[in-house]
């Protein structure tokens, strides 16, 4: 049986889907209280409990033969965040801890592609370190601090491999995340404000299979990119219009003009305690070098990501039948 935590997230919940349809059977760690939508109907043992509960993790790991971790708090806030640091760090160190003592086989743990260091030019692959002293983000920082805490236990015998996804988009975005929602209001041909930029995103199917590849092919204490391909905003709308057919009123905002806005939003989302969408982290995103390369994956692990074509194209037929 395999252990997925963050199982109801949108990396999470296509996972559990992949693992069962290869006659795995899984167990869930969920937060009490947390929507279960996304895994609703699905054949799994539900373990309730806090990656930040110790005893609750230990249980959860009775009869585990690997876990996936996928537990995080993702945040494009600036400062810092304490609750964003004790769960991706602590949860994971938690998480880490249980691993060992109960002798699981494997453990995967999905990182991210922002905690590896940032450079301007040249190919970021698996060479780059990762870096938990970064300036950009407490999410990259506390990723690139997970992160290395896997490597030291993997260092210590725990046989444990890294995932980086890049952007991830694809069917089953339940929670609506960022590019999924731009992706959802054009499909709905509902008025659209954009900034034009650029940056890799790859199917969610396509990171859940890598975890998977990763499970049986990792090497220990080697990190993997599950990247995509890099395509703009602008045209990512573009391929919606085709898509759907449709018509819907878009409006490019000038990069400098949204720079500016940013700067005010983090007090906003503060206040208004709306879910962020627009802050001076995602703007940087969309200017950042987005030259990645999957090679390693795909040479280890057979990884192989499908078009982004086919990817948006599903994208918009999951959200447009939900809606009915």
Same mark, same amino acid.
Not at 235 to 255: A, D
């Given at each position: 049986?395999?252990? /997925?935590?963050?199982?109801? %997230?949108?990396?999470?919940?296509?996972?559990?889907?992949?693992?069962?349809?290869?006659?795995?059977?899984?167990?869930?760690?969920?937060?009490?209280?947390?929507?279960?939508?996304?895994?609703?109907?699905?054949? $799994?043992?539900?373990?309730?409990?806090?990656?930040?509960?110790?005893?609750?993790?230990?249980?959860?790991?009775?009869?585990?033969?690997?876990?996936?971790?996928?537990?995080?708090?993702?945040?494009?806030?600036?400062?810092?965040? +304490? =609750?964003?640091?004790?769960?991706? $760090?602590?949860?994971?160190?938690?998480?880490?801890?249980?691993?060992?003592?109960?002798?699981? &086989?494997?453990?995967?743990?999905?990182?991210?592609?922002?905690?590896?260091?940032?450079?301007?030019?040249?190919?970021?692959?698996?060479?780059?370190?990762?870096?938990?002293?970064?300036?950009? %983000?407490?999410?990259?920082?506390?990723?690139?601090?997970?992160?290395?805490?896997? +490597?030291?236990?993997?260092?210590?015998?725990?046989? !444990?491999?890294? !995932?980086?996804?890049?952007?991830?988009?694809?069917?089953?975005?339940?929670?609506?995340?960022?590019? %999924?929602?731009?992706?959802?209001?054009?499909?709905?041909?509902?008025?659209?404000?954009?900034?034009? %930029?650029?940056?890799?995103? /790859?199917?969610?199917?396509?990171?859940?299979?890598?975890?998977?590849?990763?499970?049986?092919?990792?090497?220990?204490?080697?990190?993997?990119?599950?990247?995509?391909?890099?395509?703009?905003?602008?045209?990512?709308?573009?391929?919606?219009?085709?898509?759907?057919?449709?018509? =819907? =009123? +878009?409006?490019?905002?000038?990069?400098?003009?949204?720079?500016? !806005?940013?700067?005010?939003?983090?007090?906003?989302?503060?206040?208004?305690? !709306?879910?962020?969408? =627009?802050?001076?982290?995602?703007?940087?995103?969309?200017?950042?070098?987005?030259?990645?390369?999957?090679?390693?994956?795909?040479? &280890?692990?057979?990884? +192989?990501?499908?078009?982004?074509?086919?990817?948006?194209?599903?994208?918009?037929?999951?959200?447009?039948?939900?809606?009915?």
């Amino acid at each position: 049986m395999w252990l /997925v935590t963050g199982a109801t %997230g949108h990396i999470g919940n296509v996972l559990v889907r992949k693992l069962i349809e290869r006659g795995e059977k899984v167990r869930v760690l969920t937060l009490p209280g947390e929507s279960l939508e996304s895994i609703s109907g699905l054949e $799994v043992e539900a373990a309730q409990g806090d990656v930040l509960n110790l005893d609750a993790v230990f249980e959860s790991f009775r009869g585990i033969r690997g876990v996936f971790h996928l537990a995080g708090i993702i945040s494009i806030m600036p400062g810092k965040n +304490q =609750f964003v640091r004790r769960v991706n $760090v602590d949860g994971t160190k938690n998480i880490l801890r249980a691993a060992k003592e109960s002798g699981v &086989e494997k453990l995967v743990y999905t990182s991210s592609i922002h905690a590896i260091k940032r450079v301007e030019d040249g190919v970021i692959n698996e060479s780059l370190p990762f870096d938990p002293n970064n300036h950009y %983000g407490e999410y990259d920082r506390t990723k690139a601090e997970a992160t290395l805490e896997v +490597q030291k236990a993997a260092h210590s015998g725990l046989e !444990a491999v890294i !995932a980086c996804p890049t952007g991830v988009i694809g069917p089953y975005d339940f929670r609506g995340s960022l590019m %999924g929602d731009i992706i959802r209001t054009a499909a709905e041909e509902k008025p659209t404000l954009y900034v034009d %930029g650029s940056y890799d995103f /790859v199917d969610v199917r396509d990171v859940a299979d890598g975890l998977i590849a990763a499970a049986k092919h990792g090497k220990r204490g080697e990190s993997y990119i599950l990247s995509g391909q890099r395509i703009s905003v602008r045209y990512m709308l573009e391929t919606v219009r085709e898509i759907t057919g449709g018509r =819907f =009123f +878009q409006m490019k905002v000038p990069f400098d003009l949204a720079k500016f !806005a940013a700067l005010f939003m983090p007090m906003y989302y503060s206040l208004s305690h !709306a879910t962020p969408r =627009f802050t001076p982290y995602s703007l940087e995103v969309l200017r950042s070098n987005a030259n990645i390369s999957h090679a390693k994956a795909t040479r &280890e692990l057979e990884y +192989q990501p499908r078009s982004l074509y086919e990817s948006i194209r599903d994208t918009v037929k999951w959200f447009l039948e939900r809606k009915k």
